[in-house]
């Protein structure tokens, strides 16, 4: 079984930046899309950001303008880039590939934006 490993997450301040990275344990196929997700405490999972196998995009409101989603196919890495980051910001961040046959999630890294 293909397990996802996040990375990149940490502290950081007010209008920083971070570069958050999915890296698979193994190959994987027939992807229909990747993408990002998070959970603050006490709040339901959301979207952040996902990127269907055709280039289409889905932002939340919430980080559109601020967020960049991208994918190294050769090397199925999928990586999130976030500017300006708010205290708002605060979750733990998942990712996601989605197949044919199943949804693959990592086990979350934790972005904390505090002053």
């Known amino acids: 079984q293909v397990q996802l490993v996040e990375s990149g997450g940490g502290l950081v301040q007010p209008g920083e930046s971070l570069r958050l990275s999915c890296t698979p344990s193994g190959r994987v196929f027939n992807i229909n899309a990747v993408g990002w997700y998070r959970q603050a405490p006490g709040k339901q999972r959301e979207l952040v950001a996902a990127?269907?196998?055709?280039?289409?995009?889905s932002l939340a409101d919430s980080v559109k303008g601020r967020c960049t989603i991208s994918r190294d196919s050769a090397k199925n890495m999928v990586y999130l880039d976030m500017n300006g980051l708010k205290p708002e910001d605060t979750a733990v961040y998942y990712c996601?590939?989605?197949?044919?046959?199943?949804?693959?999630w990592g086990q979350g890294t934790q972005v904390t934006v505090s002053s």
């Open positions: 996601n590939i989605e197949t044919a046959t199943y949804d693959f």
């Open positions: 990127m269907s196998i055709r280039g289409n995009l």
